[in-house]
């Protein structure tokens, strides 16, 4: 209730803003605006990476030369993964890291998933399973928690069932996790099965501009996101918040901002890639995409008096944090302009429509021309590929996250909110990472 209450007013101020807005001011303005200001913020981020960088090539961190190496406790939960669990604990168990074990959590799974993990426990003298009970609480959040009673590390890494690794991965993370005000540190994703059609090739591209995006926000000091996949946290930290939230759909995105309020830096490690399974399938992928938006939405909600008033929060968190919820609001907002305009312009009142057309227009280039850079600068496409894979996952953006934020807004506003993990199929490419990369 709470939720749908903060939501139905952010709604009628953003759509009064909106009416107030366009009787008493120029849009081109707000266009004008708009876009300067997104420039002026991504030229900071920008400036800041290059900084970070020359830094870095002075004085580059050694993984030798760092005396933290805490025992890592690996979980990984697993619902339905027959397919993949076994191929997944192999790749783990290369790890060139001494001090980790690996635990196994079942989630009630209706396959032979339980029977495969049995046949892991013990293996290298570094695997560990929990089978949960069929009444056990729902949840990804749960499962963690559940596995936190049995795991013994100082540090915490969570993978998916499907996670795909090199060798040197722990000792790149821990680099970035010994600073004491460090909370966690979250690794690079990316899509192992980026070929295999348009939809990975689409979903790989995303993975690349949210690289550039959490590089940015790294270099800054701002809010670094966990991506549940490849994060690991500090055993204190996760003590300091209590834990996961089993309240929440997406444990990743509720998890970094509670470590923000609570003053934990979390910071961002491109050098250590885990690679997971795009989605092969369009219903799949909106299911996916689904739960994603409304845990990040309810999180905002449910967080915003924390964010605005608490004092632990880096300042540049907290702005970095309002200055990312418009990924929200913009797409709600740009359909209300333009139906507002389009109303008008029936009605055969003064109108700004062209303006208002211009606006979605130079969002759409805004979008592409990042991801454009983005292409070019992590994963090395010549200009004219760049261009190309840029045009079709904007196309890709608007017709998947636009709808879907519009009907998550919908859902939070008239219904109840659902306990779903939403699990992700995984065995469906045989790619390995040599192949990948």
Request: with cysteine.
């Amino acid at each position: 209730m709470k939720d749908r209450i903060s939501l139905v007013l952010i709604i009628c101020f953003l759509l009064a803003f909106l009416v107030i807005f366009q009787n008493y001011f120029d849009t081109f303005w707000a266009i004008i605006f708009l876009i300067t200001f997104m420039s002026l913020y991504m030229f900071y981020m920008y400036i800041a990476v290059k900084h970070q960088r020359r830094k870095l090539r002075k004085n580059p961190p050694k993984p030798c030369d760092c005396t933290y190496k805490p025992y890592v406790s690996i979980l990984i939960p697993c619902h339905n993964e027959e397919e993949v669990i076994k191929d997944t604990v192999d790749n783990i168990l290369k790890l060139d890291y001494a001090d980790y074990e690996i635990i196994l959590i079942d989630d009630r799974s209706s396959d032979s998933t339980p029977e495969i993990l049995k046949s892991l426990e013990g293996k290298d003298g570094k695997v560990k399973i929990l089978l949960r009970d069929e009444d056990a609480y729902p949840g990804k959040s749960a499962v963690l928690n559940d596995a936190m009673k049995l795991a013994r590390g100082e540090a915490i890494l969570v993978f998916d069932a499907d996670a795909k690794i090199q060798p040197d991965f722990i000792n790149k993370m821990v680099i970035k996790l010994a600073a004491p005000d460090v909370g966690a540190v979250q690794a690079r994703k990316n899509i192992i099965n980026a070929k295999q059609n348009f939809l990975t090739a689409c979903q790989y591209n995303e993975y690349v501009m949210d690289t550039h995006l959490q590089i940015g926000r790294d270099a800054v000091r701002g809010a670094v996101e966990l991506r549940g996949n490849g994060e690991m946290i500090k055993r204190e930290a996760l003590e300091n918040i209590n834990g996961w939230n089993n309240e929440t759909i997406t444990d990743d995105l509720d998890m970094s901002t509670r470590l923000h309020i609570k003053g934990w830096d979390i910071r961002f490690c491109p050098d250590a890639v885990v690679y997971e399974e795009g989605v092969i399938t369009f219903p799949a992928l909106i299911r996916q995409r689904r739960r994603w938006v409304e845990g990040s939405i309810r999180r905002y909600l449910e967080y915003a008096k924390d964010v605005l008033f608490t004092k632990d929060m880096n300042l540049r968190v907290g702005f970095d944090l309002i200055a990312y919820i418009s990924e929200f609001l913009l797409p709600f907002w740009l359909v209300s302009e333009i139906l507002i305009q389009a109303f008008r312009f029936v009605k055969g009142y003064s109108n700004d429509i062209l303006s208002s057309l211009i606006l979605v227009a130079c969002t759409g280039i805004f979008f592409a021309s990042g991801l454009v850079y983005s292409l070019r600068k992590y994963s090395h496409y010549g200009f004219f590929r760049a261009i190309y894979e840029a045009l079709i996952t904007a196309i890709y953006v608007v017709t998947i996250w636009f709808p879907i934020v519009l009907f998550i807004i919908l859902k939070i506003v008239f219904t109840k909110k659902t306990m779903d993990w939403g699990k992700t199929q995984h065995g469906v490419s045989d790619v390995t990472i040599a192949e990948a990369v």
